[in-house]
Structures are given as structure tokens and as C-alpha cells.
């Protein structure tokens, strides 16, 4: 995954230590109820879209941007389908980062899906019964969004119950 300007600048002086930032995940929808897909660069893995919204930037807009600049596909976002902290990656420079991701559900308004930037080595739709392996972070995201729950978020469970306390 390109590293964002903002984030090389401060890295610049916050060095490797742990950044808390924001992150945006789309699950993407045809009118066939195929889900779109992309094999990360970085991994050779399938997964979900997302990305890092830029600084001032709408997490709805960013789902709409790294959709397009992944794949070359319009999307609409119809609704948030989860929001969760997850857990600290370390990438193999030693930079630490923590992600808040927000996940939108949305739907194809244009565009044909291709390969857009150097991110993905593929990408394209898959029906629900024919996905391909993915880390469960992604496929925890696709169950929610075949659903019509309200959104997820991770501890509201526990907060509840310590709210009754």
C-alpha cells in the first residue's frame, strides 16, 4: 500500500513509534449481489477495498476515492456496516500503526473493475459462494454487509452491560 505524503512527514519526527489512525473498508456490490475484490500488491492475498482517509477527508468520500483508485468502479455508499479498533500491525520497516476502521456497504453506479494503481495485482467480482481465501477481518465484513443488521461495533456488548452496572 502507497504511503500517504501526510504520513511519511510525520513519521519524519514520530519515528516508528505507534500512529492511531483512521482507515476505511467497502464492501461493494454489483447488481448481480457479487462482491468486488482485490489481490493486494504487498501480499498476493485477496481482501476487501480500503484505505486511509486524507487528512479533512469524509470516511464516506474515502471509501468512494480508494474504490475508484483501486479499481476504476463508481460506488455509492448505502450504509455503514461496522466500525472496530483493530489490532497494531507492524510493518516490516518497524513502523507501528493502529487502525479505527470504519466499513461501508455500498453499490456500483459505473465503471468496469481493473487493476487502477500499483496496489492490486487483481482485482474482480466474486459471488458470494466463491470467494476466494481471505483473512477473516475481510470476511467478517462481507457476512455483515449480505445482512440488514444495524451497524456492528466491537464492545458495545461490554459497554452495555458495565452502563447497567
Known amino acids: ?3 500517504p505524503d ?3 512527514e ?3 519526527t514520530a519515528g516508528h513509534q505507534l500512529l492511531w489512525m483512521p ?3 467497502a464492501i461493494v456490490f454489483d447488481d448481480q449481489g457479487r462482491v468486488l ?3 493486494r500488491a504487498d501480499n498476493g492475498r485477496w481482501s476487501i477495498i480500503g484505505g486511509i482517509p486524507e487528512p479533512g477527508e469524509q470516511p464516506a468520500a474515502t471509501a468512494v ?3 475508484y483508485e483501486e479499481t476504476a468502479v463508481h460506488v455509492v455508499p448505502e450504509r455503514v456496516l461496522l466500525v472496530e479498533a483493530l489490532d497494531p500491525v507492524t510493518y516490516p520497516n ?3 500503526c493502529q487502525f479505527m476502521d470504519i466499513c461501508f456497504r455500498c453499490r456500483v453506479v459505473g ?7 500499483d496496489e492490486s495485482l487483481e482485482v474482480g467480482w466474486f459471488s458470494l459462494d466463491a470467494l476466494p481465501a481471505m483473512e477473516e477481518f475481510a470476511m467478517t465484513r462481507i457476512k455483515q454487509a449480505t445482512g440488514d443488521e444495524p451497524t456492528w461495533f466491537r464492545g458495545i456488548d461490554d459497554a452495555a452491560e458495565s452502563a447497567r452496572r
Do not use: H, Q, Y
Request: zero cysteines.
Open 6 to 8: 501526510f504520513i511519511r
Open 1 to 3: 500500500m502507497a504511503t
Open 37 to 39: 475484490l482485490g489481490r
Open 23 to 25: 482507515g476505511v473498508s
Open 111 to 117: 465503471g468496469e473493475a481493473k487493476v487502477n494503481d
Open 65 to 67: 476515492r480508494e474504490v
Open 10 to 12: 510525520l513519521r519524519a
Open 94 to 96: 518497524g513502523d507501528v
